[in-house]
């Protein structure tokens, strides 16, 4: 099996356990999703909302490896936990709060990506705000991706509704014109 699935699966059942809050995103989403590519890490989102942080950084510290030193602190401060699962597979789990992480976790179906291998990952939708949110290159051609393979299966309006409150938040609007460009909505 392939290791980046058992790392997913070996972080998600330990979250799963204590009926936290999560979901796939990045790379292994993106497989799901838009075009698939390699992808080297397995990367969470768990809401934590603001202020919880700790008490959910802590265990998953006492369970997997940290890949820095001062892993709580570097958590705390920049809302990201860089973990290594008993595979030696890198793990980085963002701690997520705003309104649309809490509706992107609802929102979560499970995918299964090879037998016995079920994950849950954020829908296309979300993906696609969280990709065009970070506006790196490799992250215009994971939105690019997403666009064509789910060609008119995409919820445009809540695309664009979330994507527009973050752009303000970020205070990027070219981020948000790229975005309708890429749709076909403007």
Not at 71 to 77: G, I, N, W, Y
Not at 103 to 128: H, I, K, Q, Y
Not at 136 to 163: A, F, M, N, P, S
């Amino acid at each position: 099996m392939n290791l980046l699935y058992q790392a997913a699966r070996e972080v998600s059942s330990f979250m799963q356990a204590r009926k936290w809050k999560f979901c796939i995103i990045g790379g292994l989403a993106v497989q799901r999703w838009g075009e698939p590519r390699t992808t080297l890490d397995v990367d969470i989102s768990l809401l934590t909302g603001f202020g919880e942080e700790e008490a959910f950084a802590v265990p998953l510290l006492e369970c997997f490896k940290s890949r820095i030193p001062e892993a709580l602190p570097f958590a705390l401060r920049n809302r990201v936990l860089l973990l290594t699962t008993s595979h030696g597979k890198d793990v980085d789990v963002s701690f997520g709060a705003l309104p649309f992480e809490n509706e992107m976790m609802a929102r979560a179906t499970p995918f299964e990506f090879a037998p016995g291998v079920t994950l849950m990952t954020c829908t296309a939708e979300d993906l696609l705000i969280m990709k065009a949110f970070a506006a790196r290159t490799r992250d215009w051609l994971d939105v690019e991706g997403i666009v064509v393979r789910q060609q008119g299966h995409l919820d445009t309006q809540y695309i664009l509704r979330h994507l527009t409150l973050l752009c303000e938040l970020k205070e990027t609007p070219e981020i948000l014109v790229k975005a309708k460009k890429l749709l076909g909505a403007g």
